[in-house]
């Protein structure tokens, strides 16, 4: 027998106006220099993982294995983390 259940779960997220209307865009907002570092940082990950694979940004395919590479070890740290 099928059932069909009518109740949805809805989150409603606010935009950035709202969240600065709030006054709270200090403490939930990146502010530029914050944002900038976090780039850095992340663009710097993938030039030393596809240094370790000998994998070239030579194309968009290429930048992709290495990005899947940076997701995946994030992703298990993240794991390790949870389980101690």
């Known amino acids: 027998m099928i059932q ?8 409603l997220i606010p935009d950035r106006k709202e969240i600065e209307k709030s006054g709270l865009l200090k403490s939930l907002w990146w502010n530029k220099i914050e944002l900038e570092e976090c780039r850095k940082n992340f663009s710097n990950d ?36 949870k389980n101690k």
């Open 46 to 81: 993938l030039r030393v993982i596809s240094a370790i694979n000998n994998i070239n940004f030579d194309n968009t395919k290429n930048i992709s294995k290495v990005k899947n590479i940076w997701s995946n070890n994030l992703f298990n740290d993240l794991k390790r983390i």
């Open 4 to 11: 069909f259940n009518n109740k949805i779960n809805v989150i």
